[in-house]
C-alpha cells in the first residue's frame, strides 16, 4: 500500500489543522492506521492509531483530548483532527499502516510526512 499524507502546514497556537492520508494499491481497511510525528532533533513517537474499523482508538497522552483520529474505508483516507493546537505540536507527521495487530510498533507501511508548524 502507498500512503500520502497532506494537510500540515503554519497555524498560530490554540488553532486547528486536519491532516489527511491517502492510501492505494491495498484497500485501507485490511490494515490498523496510526499517526507518528517527529519534532526536530528528537526521535519519533507515537501519536494515534485506530483500529480496522474505526471502533478502537488510541492516543498518547500528548495529544490525548485535542486530537481526534478518524478513518473512512470506503475512501481509503485516514483523517488526524488537530485541535488546540500548541508550539510542541510542531513536527513532521507520518502516517502508518500496519498489516499486524500491533497498535504501537511494527508499522509496515510509512508515507512521506507532512509538516506541521505551531507559532507561539
Known amino acids: 500500500v502507498q500512503l500520502q499524507a497532506s494537510g500540515g502546514g503554519l497555524v498560530q497556537a490554540g488553532g486547528s489543522l486536519r491532516l489527511s492520508c491517502a492510501a492505494s494499491?491495498?484497500?485501507?481497511?485490511?490494515?490498523?492506521m496510526g499517526w507518528f510525528r517527529q519534532a526536530p532533533g528528537k526521535e519519533r513517537e507515537f501519536v494515534s492509531a485506530?483500529?480496522?474499523?474505526?471502533?478502537?482508538?488510541l492516543y498518547a497522552d500528548s495529544v490525548k483530548g485535542r486530537f481526534v483520529i478518524s478513518r473512512d474505508n470506503a475512501k481509503n483516507t485516514l483523517y488526524l483532527q488537530m485541535n488546540s493546537l500548541k508550539p510542541e505540536d510542531t513536527a513532521v507527521y507520518y502516517c502508518a499502516a500496519n498489516s499486524g495487530y500491533s497498535y504501537y510498533a511494527q508499522y509496515d507501511y510509512w508515507g512521506q510526512g507532512t509538516l506541521v508548524t505551531v507559532s507561539s
Open positions: 485506530i483500529g480496522r474499523r474505526g471502533g478502537s482508538t
Open positions: 494499491g491495498r484497500t485501507l481497511s485490511t490494515y490498523i
